[in-house]
């Protein structure tokens, strides 16, 4: 399993849902990380678990909520967002080596309208 | 800080013809680099990556790229467009010891007939 499989492919949601975005890879790879896209942009960091454990948070705000519950699985926890973070939403993973980085793969992201 | 250039916002290309995505890098030590390919509402596709081993890197569908720590640069070229290739193109870099990528601004490929 070469892949990342991430859910749901769409998202619409007013401002006071609570709604999560999930992530899964079975490729053994120790890293994970959110990004966020906006059209015609390239993808923004938001967080990097290593071996589980949040490494960086890139400064985002609070509404966004990230979890790391195992090696597989992260989750994004989304709450009381406002329009404007409506945006494509990517999950990745790498192999985690220290010095010897490897590419990243990534999913095919979540779509977010935030209404 | 590690950041990366790539000149010019939109390509556009005959069918059959060259492509060159250009990238520049800025970093006082060479950075692993990388090329993505991302189609509309899809993920970004890893199509090569540098990490030392060659200065000239084969990747998936036709594309490759040259390191030239020279010129700081690390340029995207495949000999024959296809119309498949149509989609956004985006250089990034790891200066290594760290779980982040830089990204640069992308490239919008158009092949045209």
């Known amino acids: 399993d070469t892949e990342v499989t991430q859910t749901p492919k769409h998202l619409v949601m007013g401002m006071t849902n609570k709604k999560s975005l999930k992530c899964e890879q079975h490729m053994g790879h120790r890293a994970m990380y959110w990004y966020k896209q906006k059209a015609k942009k390239p993808p923004e960091l938001m967080f990097v678990y290593s071996y589980e454990k949040l490494s960086i948070n890139e400064s985002v705000p609070s509404r966004f909520s990230p979890e790391c519950p195992n090696s597989s699985l992260l989750n994004l926890h989304l709450h009381a967002l406002q329009p404007e973070d409506s945006a494509l939403y990517l999950c990745a993973s790498s192999q985690d080596r220290g010095n010897t980085p490897y590419g990243y793969t990534f999913g095919s992201g979540t779509r977010l309208t935030v209404v | 800080a590690q950041s990366v250039t790539q000149l010019g916002s939109h390509v556009s290309v005959s069918e059959g013809a060259l492509v060159l995505l250009r990238c520049n890098y800025s970093s006082s030590v060479p950075p692993y680099l990388f090329w993505y390919v991302q189609y509309p509402n899809q993920g970004l596709q890893l199509l090569l990556k540098y990490t030392s081993a060659a200065t000239l890197v084969k990747g998936i569908n036709g594309f490759e790229a040259e390191f030239k720590k020279s010129e700081t640069s690390f340029h995207l070229t495949k000999p024959s467009a296809h119309m498949s290739d149509a989609a956004e193109y985006f250089c990034?870099?790891?200066?290594?010891?760290?779980?982040?990528?830089?990204f640069g601004t992308g490239t919008q490929l158009k092949v045209e007939l």
């Open positions: 990034a870099a790891n200066t290594g010891g760290g779980n982040k990528l830089t």
